[in-house]
């Protein structure tokens, strides 16, 4: 961006480099959008979240016996299955973005809203590089322009 001093200028510049140390796979994603077609991104976050959530997650769970109902970027399992969802959960986004998601656990219908979830359990899977898929969908991504 110009600034009124008709100097470059980031916005945030501090603030985008912290995230960027913290969370290098997101700004190299954004990189990649921006190189294809940058007026995608909310069709392309939308298509990886259902990936994420019907393609992956839901599959496993339905495999594993548990039926699960999604909601955007949640899962709502029986409290039996509960253990099984979120390792699935876990394997999976370690198996697509090299990453754990932070997870909560909440109860409907009561007033204890909130589990702190078990460690152990998480499957040792072979990393995958994110960029592959993400590589993948973008592909996809930019005919839907």
């Known amino acids: 961006m110009?600034?009124?001093k008709g100097n470059f200028w980031i916005?945030?510049?501090k603030h985008k480099e912290l995230f960027a140390r913290e969370f290098p796979f997101i700004p190299?994603?954004?990189?990649?959008l921006k190189e294809k077609n940058y007026r995608?991104?909310?069709?392309?976050?939308?298509?990886v979240e259902s990936y994420v959530f019907i393609d992956c997650i839901a599959r496993e769970l339905a495999e594993a016996g548990i039926i699960p109902v999604t909601i955007h970027d949640s899962i709502v399992v029986d409290k039996k299955g509960e253990l099984r969802a979120v390792q699935i959960m876990q394997r999976v986004f370690l198996l697509h973005f090299n990453a754990l998601p932070v997870l909560k656990v909440s109860y409907m219908g009561t007033g204890d809203r909130t589990?702190?979830?078990?460690?152990e359990g998480v499957a040792d899977i072979p990393k995958?590089?994110?960029t592959k898929i993400i590589k993948k969908l973008i592909e996809e991504v930019a005919c839907v322009a």
């Open 2 to 4: 110009i600034n009124k």
């Open 11 to 13: 916005p945030c510049k």
């Open 28 to 32: 190299a994603i954004l990189t990649l």
């Open 40 to 47: 995608n991104l909310s069709v392309y976050l939308q298509k």
């Open 115 to 119: 589990k702190k979830l078990p460690d």
């Open 128 to 130: 995958q590089r994110p």
